[in-house]
């Protein structure tokens, strides 16, 4: 589960990293920082709804006080 959620980091800090290149390196007409934005977007949205239902099922135990 760890190992999962770090993988999803750092495919949405590479996304945000390629969308930096693209606005700096694209012509103006090119939309690909927006692709790769959305892309960030909707990997945030499933990292957030993979956690919510780990916690649901019990794969990501809450904590004992």
């Not at 770090?6 to 606005?23: C, K, R």
């Not at 103006?28 to 909707?42: D, F, H, Y």
């Not at 957030?48 to 794969?59: E, N, R, S, T, V």
Request: hydrophobic content about 65%; glycine content about 10%; overall charge positive.
């Amino acid at each position: 589960m760890r190992y999962l959620v770090i993988a999803v980091l750092v495919l949405i800090v590479a996304s945000l990293g390629s969308a930096l290149f693209f606005v700096f390196h694209d012509q103006s007409g090119s939309n690909r920082a927006v692709k790769a934005l959305a892309i960030r977007v909707g990997l945030s949205i499933l990292l957030f709804l993979f956690l919510m239902a780990g916690f649901y099922f019990g794969f990501i135990p809450g904590r004992l006080t």
